[in-house]
């Protein structure tokens, strides 16, 4: 499975997909020999050839997929949507070529192997017993097969490797089982030759396959880094121009030390603790990723206590290779603590001023307990008095459906929540318990502490004005956007199942959000003020209208946008380092 989500995605529908295809070739291989098996005059030599070429089988797929099945998979995906298929369907369709490439085959020898095994084990006297029996071995075998592998072999040797000794042992069975065979010699000898095929096989293929695999599927990037672990692949890949790198997990791109990915990460440890009420001294950070946001909370010269929750050690072993995350896995204020955030909220009644969240889109498998409405509560409950909850909202993830629901689960447990832009893609849902305040005095004294200041202009917020302008709207919008929607529970997770995201769907999103856009509710500010928090409100506003242009396709209507945005803040590194990169729909 590690190897086939590779081609895939962490969608839960690539994994139904892979388990339904691992199924089906164990239910017809199981069903062929059934209907051969009066033909088959030695059931020991059959049971040995069939587990050796499920051995060299599932070896010999991984080792060769790459660019070709890619194409293959990009082909079937624009047939199916040019004959009118839905996006879900598409990808769907995709995700079955790479499990039908690399699953399908080894589960037709195994769905096999299991009635040789019964024609060998089951006496004709006791056909139930033997055969309860034999099922029983067969379950215990897949569980002690699973820990095994996942625990202890990959982490210890690698994908490759792993399956080059699974692919021998299961060479070897075949050997012992031959030796059994009282005729078929000339099957005994495909099964040596099988044996040396994988030997040479394994011989040939390099340990970093699948990290080479990454790059080639990353536009020409170079992996500088790739773990295989019991969580899963985790790579870095430097862009082909080298400006920055992503990181991957189970091959798919998580997050960056673009300035994008810099500004929305900073903004999402920093501007929590700049409008909380009372004096923060702690604050939790759940997901590591690149560091940068662990990092910028180190910036905050008031803390006390710094706590860090990430579930892949890999993913802390990467983080010298970030630029902008102030080297936060070798701070040794701050406590990472290498467990799941919400066990780890679980766990410990710790309470914090600040949690601030930055896991995986929620539509990844497994991720949504960190966006429900069950996670929220227990959240709430490790909150210190004025606390404050900073859950990271990308936009292009989902539908604006699930958007919905994601935004009501906040709704439904936070009394006090605002909204607030920290890049184009990117939202930032803030709650508390208790009244959220926009004090501007105290705002921008916490603001012009040196380290904050610095990481801030960074990213294109120079001041207290530009960082209340990232504002969007209060309780009531949000409200209003949620509307009646479901929210998002343990026990109803609609958003890991939701439709596969439609083709514009960003632009639909984003336009929605920012339509509720209001004034921020400032506390003890002059005119001046107010009036440098519009303008920044105003050229914000410029600039996402020239991103959404962008994404429409609309070339004079971006270049128009983008220039007004320019003029008002020619200086901003932020807005110069998108403008380049916004796509353009109708150049692709």
């Known amino acids: 499975s590690q190897v086939a ?52 089988s599932a070896f010999a797929l991984a080792a060769v997929a790459g660019p070709g099945l890619m194409s293959l998979q990009s082909d079937a995906e624009e047939f199916v949507r040019g004959s009118g ?58 569980v002690v097969g699973s820990l095994a592998t996942g625990f202890v072999l990959v982490p210890a040797f690698g994908l490759v490797h792993t399956l080059a000794i699974l692919a021998m042992a299961a060479a070897a069975i075949g050997i012992i089982a031959c030796s059994q065979a009282t005729r078929g010699s000339w099957i005994r000898n495909i099964v040596y030759l099988t044996a040396g095929l994988v030997l040479l096989i394994a011989a040939m293929t390099p340990a970093d396959r699948f990290a080479r695999l990454i790059s080639a599927n990353r536009g020409g990037g170079q992996a500088i880094y790739y773990n295989e672990n019991a969580g899963g692949t985790v790579a870095v890949v430097e862009n082909a121009g080298a400006r920055f790198r992503r990181l ?41 990723g690149t560091g940068i946001t662990a990092g910028a909370i180190g910036r905050y010269p008031g803390l006390d206590r710094r706590v860090c929750a990430e579930l892949l050690p890999a993913v802390v072993g990467a983080a010298s290779l970030f630029q902008g995350n102030f080297n936060a896995a070798g701070d040794p204020a701050l406590q990472i603590r290498l467990r799941d955030g919400r066990r780890e909220l679980l766990r410990s009644d710790e309470q914090y001023d600040v949690i601030t969240l930055e896991p995986p889109p929620p539509s990844a498998v497994g991720v949504v307990n960190l966006y429900s409405r069950d996670f929220y509560q227990l959240a709430r409950r490790r909150l210190q008095q004025d606390g404050i909850l900073a859950q990271w909202w990308p936009l292009p993830t989902q539908n604006v459906e699930d958007s919905r629901t994601l935004v009501r689960a906040f709704l439904d447990v936070f009394p006090y929540t605002t909204l607030w832009t920290t890049e184009l893609h990117e939202m930032l849902l803030v709650g508390s318990a208790d009244p959220i305040e926009l004090n501007v005095e105290r705002i921008a004294r916490r603001f012009a502490l040196a380290p904050v200041t610095t990481a801030l202009s960074e990213v294109g917020i120079r001041t207290p004005d530009a960082l209340l302008a990232t504002w969007v709207t209060d309780r009531t919008g949000l409200d209003r956007f949620a509307a009646n929607a479901e929210a998002v529970t343990d026990d109803r997770p609609s958003i890991e199942y939701a439709a596969w995201v439609r083709r514009g769907e960003f632009a639909r999103v984003l336009s929605e959000v920012l339509a509720l856009r209001t004034t921020p509710p400032l506390v003890g500010a002059d005119q001046s003020v107010r009036d440098a928090v519009a303008a920044g409100q105003q050229t914000l506003a410029e600039f996402y209208e020239a991103g959404l242009s962008a994404y429409r396709g609309d070339r004079a209507a971006w270049a128009q946008a983008l220039n007004g945005a320019l003029r008002s803040d020619p200086s901003n590194a932020y807005f110069r380092a998108i403008a380049g990169s916004l796509p353009i729909e109708g150049d692709r």
């Open 5 to 56: 989500i590779q081609f895939m995605s962490t969608r839960v529908f690539a994994f139904y997909v892979m388990l339904a295809t691992y199924l089906i070739g164990i239910a017809v291989g199981s069903a062929l020999y059934a209907r051969l098996a009066i033909r088959v005059r030695d059931p020991w030599t059959a049971f040995g050839a069939l587990v050796g070429f499920a051995g060299l």
């Open 85 to 142: 298929g839905a996006e879900s369907l598409a990808m769907i369709t995709r995700f079955a070529v790479a499990a039908g490439g690399l699953v399908l085959l080894p589960t037709l020898f195994l769905g096999a192997a299991f009635p040789a095994a019964v024609r060998i084990a089951v006496d004709h006297d006791r056909p139930g017993g033997d055969s309860g029996a034999l099922i029983a071995w067969n379950t215990a075998g897949g």
């Open 248 to 288: 991957y997990i189970q091959g798919v791109s998580n997050s960056g030390d673009s300035l994008a990915s810099l500004r929305y990460m900073r903004l999402q440890a920093l501007l929590p603790l700049l409008i909380h009420r009372g004096e923060p001294r702690s604050a939790m950070v759940i997901g590591f």
